[in-house]
T-cell receptor, first 111, second 116 residues
Framework: DGGITQSPKYLFRKEGQNVTLSCEQNLNHDAMYWYRQDPGQGLRLIYYSQIVNDFQKGDIAEGYSVSREKKESFPLTVTSAQKNPTAFYLC??????????FGQGTRLTVV | AQSVTQPDIHITVSEGASLELRCNYSYGATPYLFWYVQSPGQGLQLLLKYFSGDTLVQGIKGFEAEFKRSQSSFNLRKPSVHWSDAAEYFCAVGSVSGGGADGLTFGKGTHLIIQP
């Protein structure tokens, strides 16, 4: 079935450690997005990519990095510069004039 | 800049009663409007969307929404709620192009509680 797969579902990070969240889609969508979700804050855009090898910062990009080497993949790295990384992270993709399709999310916790 | 306001953080409804969740948006062009639902610890599932045409749109699970351009609103309704409707509901606005400059902009969500 077509869709978006995020892994892992749960991730634990130690202080000062970088971690990478995986996002893969087989919907043949050009655009992919990473959102961060905190209680009462809704979804806030971290990074987005409209085509391979190109990506743009969203509203809260500091402390995060991404790559888009393949159309299907858009991994997010949470770096040690992100001081408050504990959150629920959602990946999405979108085709032309369609809705966004979401993965099941990754819950990141600092230990 | 585009924005979405969901004025109700929490709403409590009795099972079997009707429901209306409010959504107001600010957008510089013709908006694409969406309602998503999220169960705890899960991703977002699309309930319905408005692109053009009939301003009353039908979605899954018996939900409908009405686009009112004059009021910049896109309220979600259901005539009779079920306990399984308890969840977080998000309204979103997006660009026509699909990719757009910033994807979809979301409201902060409305938490729906169903009383037996």
């Amino acid at each position: 079935d077509g869709g978006i797969t995020q892994s892992p579902k749960y991730l634990f990070r130690k202080e000062g450690q970088n971690v990478t969240l995986s996002c893969e889609q087989n919907l043949n969508h050009d655009a992919m997005y990473w959102y961060r979700q905190d209680p009462g804050q809704g979804l806030r855009l971290i990074y987005y990519s409209q085509i391979v090898n190109d990506f743009q910062k969203g509203d809260i990009a500091e402390g995060y990095s991404v790559s888009r080497e393949k159309k299907e993949s858009f991994p997010l790295t949470v770096t040690s510069a992100q001081k408050n990384p504990t959150a629920f992270y959602l990946c999405a993709s979108r085709g032309h004039a369609t809705e966004a399709f979401f993965g099941q999310g990754t819950r990141l916790t600092v230990v | 800049a585009q924005s979405v306001t969901q004025p109700d953080i929490h709403i409590t409804v009795s099972e079997g009663a009707s429901l209306e969740l409010r959504c107001n948006y600010s957008y510089g062009a013709t908006p694409y409007l969406f309602w998503y639902v999220q169960s705890p610890g899960q991703g977002l599932q699309l309930l319905l969307k408005y692109f053009s045409g009939d301003t009353l749109v039908q979605g899954i699970k018996g939900f409908e929404a009405e686009f009112k351009r004059s009021q910049s609103s896109f309220n979600l309704r259901k005539p009779s709620v079920h306990w399984s409707d308890a969840a977080e509901y998000f309204c979103a606005v997006g660009s026509v192009s699909g990719g757009g400059a910033d994807g979809l902009t979301f409201g902060k969500g409305t938490h729906l509680i169903i009383q037996p």
